[in-house]
């Protein structure tokens, strides 16, 4: 880089930051490529790269490494037109610079990036800083900068008289370090400065010089400041062809000047907008995630939500069910006690008589035929009365449990009242029915009461009616029913009587 073979040079930086596999030898490669890359004029790059170191300088510990980051992020900065920056980053290399030749160079990086923002002044502390640092460091070729740069300040201040004492001063050191860049710079001040003070000839020698130097690269714009130099000599001596040709050659190099100063800044704002436009993707695609993790999370809550939601539904559905279960059972209860008689089980007087009317009218509709039974316990009174009431009421279910026994599934059974009960056999003839009751009437006999060791002696008389002869009318066979009993009671008791028109015997 040195010898400005700059391709070579390139290839070997890039080489080292990508295959040392070391991250000191790659930030010391990055630091002296983002100083070539401003050599070179590659502005964009140099500016991207600086970007990148910046970013990286936090973790860089090599004290060594760090501080060269800092000069050349400082420099390229100062390129930039960034004063503020490139101050800072020189004002930090300052601060980590070891004495000597680092405090040197770090001074010298701080004066450069005041000068190349114009905020340098002849009694500015850096400056004076600067030149006590690099004369202490023993750094010749600094020292004579910044004595030049102070020359130079001279110069703009309009003191050319200051500028060409303080040359003089300098001279010999120049000559003896023999760095041919401050040796044209020094003639660079010290012609513009002649020409400022009349001295057409000297200055035109000075300036003769450093053409026949013929600077290039970064020192061309000394070539520059020459030509004008000459141009207001060619201009005061009325030589206008001269003064025409330096003014060509000025302004050509003025306008390259400017244009590279603006290359520079465009550069710079190019990369620092792309910078931006990253930022903003990048923010706007982690806006995007927290939003699409957000949406997620609401998701999930929604659908726990809606778990629960649904849960809730099915337990108040479930709830709903059981209690409409309990209450139909309980309603169902209610309505088979309500059809209940209390003591026997069997269907009450009102039941009994609704779901045989029931009855007769299905039988009445395909002619079928069945028998109304009415049985009334003999002397029952006297049962209540010896052996007491609760006796009698054990009696009472006694005789119904006998009873039960001659009867089907199909046939209806209730109590009418005290110990009067009644029976509707369905589908049933009239010999079928004298012999139930008869064998009801038997088994009621058989019944066996034991009340204090004694049995109680029970039977029961049995009057029959049957639809065959007396038709579908409730009331009707009732009637009959009830009148067969009354005859069955009549005739003596523990019997069985049926209605008059009976062929068979009416009573047996
Ligand atoms: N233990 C008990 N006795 C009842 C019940 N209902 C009615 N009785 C009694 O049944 C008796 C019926 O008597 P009666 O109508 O004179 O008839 P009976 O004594 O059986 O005489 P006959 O029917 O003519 O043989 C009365 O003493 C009533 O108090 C009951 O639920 N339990």
Not at 182 to 197: E, G, T, Y
Not at 286 to 293: I, V
Not at 325 to 334: D, I, P, T, V, W
Not at 341 to 351: E, K, V, Y
Request: charged letters at 25%.
């Amino acid at each position: 880089m040195y010898e400005s073979d700059y391709v070579r040079s390139d290839a070997l930086f890039q080489d080292i930051i990508r295959h040392s596999g070391n991250p000191l030898l790659a930030d010391r490669a990055s630091a002296m490529l983002l100083s070539q890359l401003g050599l070179t004029r590659h502005y964009t790059e140099a500016f991207e790269l600086a970007n990148r170191l910046a970013a990286r300088l936090p973790e860089v510990t090599d004290t060594k490494v760090r501080f060269s980051l800092l000069l050349n992020l400082s420099q390229s900065l100062g390129l930039a037109g960034q004063t503020d920056l490139a101050v800072r980053y020189a004002r930090m290399a300052m601060a980590d610079a070891a004495a000597g030749e680092e405090a040197c160079f770090s001074a010298s990086s701080l004066v450069q990036a005041l000068s190349s923002g114009h905020r340098l002044k002849p009694a500015s502390p850096e400056l004076q800083q600067a030149v006590d640092v690099c004369s202490a460091a023993k750094v010749p070729v600094y020292s004579a900068d910044l004595q030049l740069t102070l020359a130079d300040l001279y110069l703009r201040e309009g003191q050319p008289r200051k500028a060409l004492a303080l040359l003089d001063q300098v001279a010999s050191e120049i000559n003896a370090n023999g760095y041919t860049p401050n040796k044209l710079a020094a003639l660079v001040c010290r012609a513009q400065a002649l020409a400022a003070i009349g001295d057409d000839d000297d200055a035109r020698t000075a300036a003769l010089v450093v053409i026949a130097a013929g600077p290039s690269g970064d020192f061309g714009v000394w070539l520059k400041d020459i030509y004008e130099v000459l141009y207001h000599i060619e201009k005061k001596q009325g030589h206008t062809a001269a003064a025409l040709d330096y003014y060509e050659k000025y302004a050509t190099l003025d306008k390259a000047y400017l244009d590279d100063v603006n290359a520079r800044a465009m550069a710079y704002q190019t990369v620092q907008q792309h910078v931006l436009a990253q930022k903003l993707e990048t923010e706007s695609l982690s806006r995007q995630n927290a939003l699409l993790r957000m949406r997620q999370t609401l998701d999930a809550k929604t659908a726990e939500t809606n778990r629960l939601y649904l849960a809730l539904l099915l337990m108040v559905l479930i709830s709903v069910v059981l209690w409409m279960f309990r209450l139909k059972r309980s309603q169902l209860r209610f309505k088979k006690l309500s059809h209940q008689d209390g003591l026997t089980a069997i269907f009450n007087r009102q039941h009994f008589m609704s779901e045989v009317e029931r009855s007769l009218r299905l039988l009445e509709r395909r002619a079928g035929t069945a028998c109304l039974v009415f049985i009334d316990l003999d002397h029952f009174k006297h049962i209540n009365d010896t052996h007491g009431h609760a006796m009698g009421d054990e009696v009472l279910r006694q005789v119904v449990m006998a009873s039960k026994q001659h009867l089907r599934p199909v046939d209806l059974f209730g109590r009418l009242g005290g110990e009067e009960f009644g029976i509707l056999l369905v589908d049933c003839t009239r010999a079928q029915g004298m012999a139930i009751a008869d064998r009801i009437r038997l088994a009621v006999e058989a019944t066996v009461v034991e009340c204090e060791g004694v049995t109680i002696a029970i039977s029961t008389s049995v009057g029959l009616a049957f639809t065959d002869t007396y038709g579908y009318d409730l009331q009707r066979l009732c009637c009959e029913a009830d009148a067969a009993l009354y005859r069955a009671k009549r005739g003596g008791r523990n019997r069985v009587a049926a209605d008059v028109e009976c062929g068979i015997p009416a009573e047996a």
